[in-house]
Nanobody, 112 residues
Framework: QVQLVESGGGLVQPGGSLSLSCAAS????????MGWYRQAAGKQRELVAV???????NYADSVKGRFTISRDNAKNTVYLQMNSLKPEDTAVYYC??????WGQGTQVTVST
């Protein structure tokens, strides 16, 4: 049974930072590309960042230079470091484990 459990969301002021974590179980983590998506209210879910098993990364243009995705295969965990956050980054952030494997989501709110 695949489980992806996110943590680390919350409320932060514009310009602040947050770090998200996603702990995976039930998959061969090291062989998989992992990623983060987000869905803002009233909008479609969109790709934020992805990291392959070879540690190649890809980012949405809107977060390049501000967000960093990383992974620790020993801990079966993927991370998303978010810096210089903007109000438009407000969304539910979902961990993606390939195919249709999703976490439950964690809310990130950027507001004064």
């Amino acid at each position: 049974q695949v489980q992806l459990v996110e943590s680390g969301g919350g409320l932060v002021q514009p310009g602040g930072s947050l770090s998200l974590s996603c702990a995976a179980s039930g998959i061969i983590f090291s062989n998989r590309a992992m990623g983060w998506y987000r869905q803002a209210a009233g909008k479609q879910r969109e790709l934020v960042a992805v990291i392959t098993s070879a540690y190649t990364t890809n980012y949405a243009d809107s977060v390049k230079g501000r967000f960093t995705i990383s992974r620790d295969n020993a801990k079966n965990t993927v991370y998303l470091q978010m810096n210089s956050l903007k109000p438009e980054d407000t969304a539910v952030y979902y961990c993606w484990g390939g195919g249709t494997k999703w976490g439950q989501g964690t809310q990130v709110t950027v507001s004064t």
